[in-house]
């Protein structure tokens, strides 16, 4: 498949004007190889669109909240959307567990953070 992406010696190279064209051309040649990936390995999908229902919660809850206030902010909602989305992932009900673990860490008298609870999702 390479030698079918290399470009032809004996094909002429027509000279482009348009910006849009040539930044798309030059795109191309540069992820030629990348971009046909799908057909040579088995479970690899022509297409992106399991990542994009996968961001789309978070999309769409910036868009309804009108966007992220702060650097801060958007971090933190990256970082809890993570956290829900693994969760959901492994069938676990993303607020009974944050619920069960800030009462678990209450509990002992320890203020619980996000990254100690993410250890324990991981393990």
Request: hydrophobic share 40%.
């Amino acid at each position: 498949m390479e030698a079918a992406l290399r470009p032809s010696r004996r094909a002429p190279r027509r000279r482009v004007f348009d910006k849009d064209c040539k930044r798309l051309a030059r795109r191309l040649e540069k992820y030629r190889f990348e971009l046909l990936t799908f057909l040579e390995i088995e479970n690899v999908d022509a297409t992106n669109n399991h990542g994009e229902r996968t961001i789309r919660p978070a999309v769409l809850m910036r868009k309804n909240y009108y966007g992220n206030r702060s650097e801060r902010g958007a971090e933190v909602q990256a970082a809890l959307m993570s956290v829900f989305r693994t969760l959901e992932m492994r069938g676990v009900d993303p607020l009974e567990y944050l619920e069960s673990a800030l009462r678990a860490g209450l509990a002992r008298g320890v203020r619980p953070t996000l990254p100690a609870m993410l250890e324990t999702i991981a393990a």
